[in-house]
């Protein structure tokens, strides 16, 4: 026994002898903890810049806007107009149009700052559309501010019913609005699908409801203390996190969790199999799985914790939030779990009369046979399917747009569409350029004229003076989609080089505005791309080297999940960009998937390392040990694999594009990494490697006494899961 399994053995004594002490302290401070802690959505946000480093040029123009006019900040939106029999505008439905925009600010909620409809502006050239300038108070992410969009959407479709006229509301604070919306359906959408599709699994595996509800409830409840956890620091630490965490949570949790309590369970009923005693197969299990446990959900957190060294606020509060999650988790998997086991006793698998009793044979056996015998063709083939998947990264583009990550009929989006009909595309959020410094007028329109001449550049909006004088806001109205891609290469490329040298002497210039604000954000992620996944891919060997005491293991097993991190972008890249048309995958997916993949993937590596090493110090040569490995940890990672794969699965029907693609990436790489790379190359190439594979340890080698009669005396019972 090594010293990490005598303090899991330890443990499970523990838990064991007083396991009703252990299931009322949890409960107890499961209770303080949820019934005082602050809501999560308390500091829950979707505003993306809000995420960005105080060095960011957005973030430094909206500074210098809000001090340079203060009674002209806050959000805006769009309402844009149509006739319903899509013919043009007459000057009846003008004067209607200027009557609404009079309602609204006879009517306005107190955080609307007006309404502004010019007939000889607002009006597209060929007539089709037309738009209402909104101009709020504050930003998009109060409560207030959200009540008034859905008041001012109300007022609208009131006064222009039976009109002949229909109007929806676009911009971003009716972006905001529709976003949250949409990620609280997904929210609840994806929870009930977890949830039944882990019970639904759990029973066929199983063939017992106490067996399928024990995770469900013991994830349940760790859920519920994660968030308290996270809400209880966001508000210690004054951090918020993205709408996206309650969801990625949920199937965090209830995904990792459940493998965790799998792995448990597996090892479990392998010993009750072998004719051990309740109590006893619960210490047992706790001793042989509780390393490879607490190894993964490290690597997890590890993985998770790195996101601290990014640059954008997103990241950073994202990492720590699901570390916590995933700590709880390991906390409850080797201690509340245990002891609810304990305390069921043979009960745990009831009502089924199969569960205890061991198979003739299983599938995995057959697959660890061949393993074995063809570790070189096995090895070449696994490889070969996922480097060509692999090679759809070449094509990959990250998609920034938040109105492109929202479902297709929402009001947002569908105004977008409509005011691209008649309208320069960047009409829905001009970009400001702000001039800072004392400049004459003249000099002023010179500098306006110079931005209006940039190629992209539709046309410029009439420019505001700060009451000193010293700050002119030239906003600018760009002819592409100000949050694709040309829009945010234009914004900090060629206009942002053009301001400066158009910039009159002894002034300064700052591009700001939501554009500007994205491209931040793009130069932000791709600096935390490239620190993050070194130093995630550097912590992931670490802790394979501590656990397994090898050099040479850790690089092979990490060099292996990166690949299936690669082949599973690859592959969504295709789908979605190549297959569905979109104009990129949303630009956290890279990020998301590495850490999700590689740590997940690492999960099950470790338990399957961690068996293929165990039975080697039986006794078996490398490759009756890689069989031995495939037979009895391929069970219990193919049953985990399939149910986080569900769990991310169930992201598919969320109607979210962003969930989707989440959904989607996440599933195919827990399949690539769970059954091409953790059940066939892990221990095709530990076969070929043989006892070189754990150099310059020396933990593969059988202890002194004869590993056969070991074995034997360990497993009187053929333990085939």
């Not at 003008?94 to 600010?105: E, I, K, P």
């Not at 039944?196 to 063939?207: D, N, P, Q, S, T």
């Not at 469900?216 to 508000?235: E, Y």
């Not at 350029?433 to 306006?448: D, I, K, M, N, T």
Request: proline share 6%.
């Amino acid at each position: 026994m090594t010293e990490g399994a005598d303090v899991f053995a330890a443990i499970g004594r523990g838990v064991t002898r007083r396991p009703w002490l252990v299931i009322l302290g949890w409960l107890a401070a499961a209770a303080v903890i949820i019934l005082t802690a602050p809501s999560l959505s308390s500091i829950t946000t979707s505003d993306q810049s809000a995420f960005l480093p105080s060095s960011a040029e957005s973030v430094r123009a909206a500074v210098l806007a809000k001090q340079a006019f203060p009674d002209g900040g806050g959000t805006t939106a769009v309402i844009v107009a149509k006739r319903a029999d899509s013919r043009a505008l007459t000057a009846a439905d003008s004067v209607m149009l200027a009557g609404l925009a009079q309602r609204l600010n006879a009517g306005r909620p107190s955080t609307v700052r007006g309404v502004a409809f010019d007939p000889t502006r607002n009006v597209a050239p060929d007539r089709r559309v037309a738009l209402l300038a909104v101009q709020f108070t504050a930003a998009p992410e109060r409560p207030d501010v959200q009540a008034a969009v859905a008041a001012l959407r109300h007022t609208t479709a009131d006064t222009l019913r039976g009109s002949g006229l229909t109007a929806g509301m676009t911009g971003q604070a009716a972006i905001v609005v529709d976003n949250k919306r949409a990620f609280t359906d997904a929210e609840k959408i994806v929870t009930v699908a977890t949830v039944a599709l882990i019970v639904v699994l759990l029973l066929l595996i199983f063939r017992s409801p106490v067996a399928a509800l024990l995770p469900l409830l013991a994830v349940g409840l760790v859920f519920g203390v994660s968030t308290a956890l996270v809400a209880a620091a966001g508000h210690a630490f004054g951090f918020t996190v993205g709408q996206e965490l309650p969801t990625m949570l949920t199937v965090v949790l209830f995904g990792i969790g459940t493998d965790y309590l799998l792995f448990l369970l597996f090892r479990y009923r392998e010993r009750r199999r072998a004719g051990d005693e309740p109590a006893d197969a619960v210490v047992a299990a706790v001793e042989r799985v509780g390393e490879a446990i607490a190894s993964a959900a490290f690597a997890v957190i590890a993985a998770f914790g790195a996101l601290v060294l990014a640059t954008l606020g997103f990241f950073t509060t994202l990492g720590p939030a699901l570390a916590i999650g995933v700590a709880v988790m390991l906390a409850a998997a080797l201690t509340l779990v245990p002891a609810v086991v304990t305390v069921l006793g043979r009960w745990v698998f009831w009502p089924s009369r199969s569960a205890l009793r061991a198979p003739r044979a299983t599938r995995f056996a057959a697959v660890g046979r061949v393993v074995a015998r063809r570790p070189g063709v096995v090895i070449v083939a696994s490889v070969a399917l996922l480097g060509a998947l692999a090679s759809g990264v070449l094509t990959f583009k990250p998609d920034f747009d938040p109105i492109g990550q929202l479902p297709g009929g929402t009001e947002a989006t569908r105004a977008y569409q409509d005011l691209k009909t008649g309208f320069p595309a960047g009409a829905l959020n001009p970009t400001d350029v702000y001039l800072r410094g004392s400049a004459p007028p003249a000099q002023v329109a010179a500098f306006v004229a110079r931005l209006a001449k940039t190629p992209g550049v539709a046309a410029p909006l009439p420019p505001r003076v700060s009451a000193d004088g010293r700050v002119v806001d030239v906003p600018l109205v760009l002819a592409v989609e100000p949050y694709g891609s040309r829009g945010l290469d234009l914004a900090s490329g060629p206009l942002r080089d053009a301001a400066r040298v158009a910039a009159p002497a002894g002034t300064t210039v700052l591009v700001g505005g939501q554009t500007m604000a994205f491209a931040d954000i793009r130069a932000a992620t791709n600096r935390d791309l490239g620190l993050i996944f070194p130093v995630a891919g550097a912590l992931f060997v670490l802790i394979l080297a501590l656990l397994l005491r090898s050099v040479l293991a850790p690089l092979y097993l990490v060099g292996m999940v990166v690949l299936g991190f690669a082949a599973t972008l690859g592959a969504t890249t295709w789908l979605f960009q190549d297959g569905l048309g979109h104009a990129g995958l949303a630009f956290s997916i890279p990020i998301i998937l590495y850490l999700f993949v590689t740590a997940i993937g690492t999960d099950y590596n470790i338990l399957v390392t961690a068996r293929l090493r165990e039975e080697i110090r039986e006794g078996h040569p490398p490759r009756r040990a890689a069989a031995l490995a495939v037979e009895h940890a391929g069970p219990s990672v193919a049953a985990a694999a399939v149910i986080l794969a569900g769990t991310f699965g169930a992201l598919l029907l969320s109607g979210v594009p962003f969930f989707t693609e989440i959904g989607f990436a996440v599933t195919l790489g827990i399949v690539l990494v769970a059954f091409v790379v953790s059940v066939l190359l892990v221990p095709a190439v530990t076969a070929l490697a043989g006892h070189a594979a754990w150099w310059p340890g020396r933990r593969d080698r059988a202890p002194a006494r004869h590993a056969l009669t070991a074995h034997a005396a360990r497993h009187p019972i053929s333990p085939k899961v």
